[in-house]
């Protein structure tokens, strides 16, 4: 199975009653050795995966992401804001469906609640009481470049999250002069501290 017990000329698994360590294949390589970093790698995987299905927000945590493009003459302010955090909003709505609030423009326009992209928390509370939200991330870009040809944008962003129902308040990402593939890649690399950092900001005292 998996190759382990090759036998040939350079290894042997059996000899005099006992095992015997493999000694290798033509490359040189311990064929054991591999194997092991392989194992490790697999136990790796599944312990990251285990961590992943652990985390939970508390109860009755709804999360919904709110957007601002900050660039001077944005027509509707939404920008690419929405795409700067959404491997973030993607594992949210994957992971944990049933905390997760999809932003709705459409509603917010029907129920006369304006500001619609937002990133002050003042707004916040009318936009949770339409939509049934009380933990938002709040993004905003800020374009740099607007001459520059669309793949060499650049952007400020920055990010945070509110709670309605603790009161809190955090940044959770600042980022200066970059593109929007940067800024994901970013998130990727740091979304189990973003989650952590969610529902830190989610908690209650009680």
Known sequence: MFGLFKKNNTSEMFKDGDWKVLQGDRDGNSIIGRSILILFGLIACLAAGAQESEFEFPAGTQIT?????ATPGAWDHSGCCGY?????????????????????????????VPPYYV????YCDPIGEVLGANLFVM???KLLNM????????????????SS????ERPIL??????????????????NSLLQTLREVAETDG
């Open 65 to 69: 992401f709110l957007t601002q493009d």
């Open 139 to 141: 993004t905003q870009v």
């Open 147 to 162: 001459g520059a040809p669309i793949d060499r944008w650049k952007f400020d962003v920055r990010a945070k999250a509110y």
């Open 165 to 168: 129902i603790s009161g809190r």
């Open 174 to 191: 600042e980022a200066d002069s970059v593109s929007i593939e940067e800024t994901q890649a970013r998130v990727n690399q740091e979304l």
């Open 84 to 112: 700067a955090l959404e491997p973030l909003e993607e594992f949210v709505r994957d992971h944990h469906s049933g905390s997760f609030v999809q932003y709705d423009l459409g509603r917010l326009i029907r129920q006369g």
């Open 119 to 122: 990133f002050n928390k003042r």
